[in-house]
């Protein structure tokens, strides 16, 4: 089971909770107060969570099928979908490219794409 963690508000993990209800995965949603989220509060949670691409932690994140954690909204929604796909398609949640095999993917892409 994966778990989305998030504010007790509704923005960005919105469209993700949408994908995730969309393609039928098995998930839980968990939310994160702001006390708890404190620029000095120095949480065991908080600490494990990966820097996104400013390199700060930031929310949403995602716990994925294999434990480790995903920031980013648009790698969360990435992998939420290749999740989804991998199910119409009849295969299993563990034929699924690792979060870094999908950054390596999309950045091959991107090039091909803007080489033409």
Same mark, same amino acid.
């Given at each position: !089971? %994966?778990?989305?963690?998030?504010?007790?508000?509704?923005?960005?993990?919105?469209?993700?909770? !949408? +994908?995730?209800?969309? &393609?039928?995965?098995?998930?839980?949603?968990?939310?994160? &107060?702001?006390?708890?989220?404190?620029?000095?509060?120095?949480?065991?949670?908080?600490?494990?969570?990966?820097? &996104?691409?400013? &390199?700060? /932690?930031?929310?949403?994140?995602?716990?994925?099928?294999?434990?480790?954690? !995903?920031?980013?909204?648009?790698? %969360?929604?990435?992998? %939420?979908?290749? %999740?989804?796909?991998?199910?119409?398609?009849? /295969?299993?949640?563990?034929?699924?490219?690792?979060?870094?095999?999908?950054?390596?993917?999309?950045?091959?892409?991107?090039? /091909?794409?803007? +080489?033409?």
């Amino acid at each position: !089971m %994966i778990v989305l963690y998030y504010f007790p508000i509704r923005a960005r993990n919105e469209a993700l909770r !949408m +994908m995730l209800l969309y &393609g039928g995965i098995d998930h839980e949603y968990h939310t994160i &107060g702001f006390d708890e989220w404190d620029a000095e509060a120095e949480t065991a949670f908080k600490e494990t969570i990966p820097s &996104g691409h400013t &390199g700060q /932690k930031q929310l949403p994140v995602l716990r994925c099928f294999n434990g480790s954690l !995903m920031s980013e909204s648009l790698d %969360i929604a990435n992998y %939420i979908a290749d %999740i989804v796909s991998c199910n119409k398609d009849n /295969k299993k949640n563990d034929d699924r490219a690792n979060p870094d095999q999908q950054q390596q993917q999309q950045q091959q892409y991107a090039e /091909k794409l803007f +080489m033409l």
